[in-house]
């Protein structure tokens, strides 16, 4: 059986749709592009307009989820991931889940209690990622391991929706032992 899920990501982004590409031939990825709130800011929100026309356009193909691989969007304002899961669930007709959502509840299903945030953002937007990280999952600065990847946490939020049981051995242990979260 093949499982659709839709991703939605900034026009600028080069590298999920290479990873989607990776997993097993049953789960298709449907890919919608998005414009940032703010021209030139690499990590600004994307537009509330781009979020509901592209989650109607995902509806349409029938996904099971929606995930936003948008990560830095989560560290703009304390209530983004609720408000825009909510527009993504609306126009797609299916639940929804932000990357940073996927990460911090990966990390929580691992057992970390301490990480290390390795990113290509400014010093500013990294602190804002600590202080979402250690609010929203209570997850301290600090690191030990394992290695837990926005994208990677994607697919296990996508594998724990999906409740088929598969595992993807070759993409670490996170996505081999697919821990409850």
Known sequence: MTRHFGVLIPSTNTTVEIECRLLPAAYQAHVGRLMTSTPGRTFSPSRDDDIDYQSRLLGTAKVELVILAQTSASLFADDYDEVVTRRMSAGAGVPAITSAQAVGRAVRALGAQRIAIVSPYSEEVNQRAARYFAEKHGI??????????????????????FKTGDRLPTFGRLLAEVPPG
Not at 141 to 161: C, D, G, H, I, Y
């Open 140 to 161: 301290e600065e600090e690191f030990a391991k394992p290695v837990v990847t926005t994208n990677q946490a994607s697919f296990w939020a996508m594998l724990r929706a």
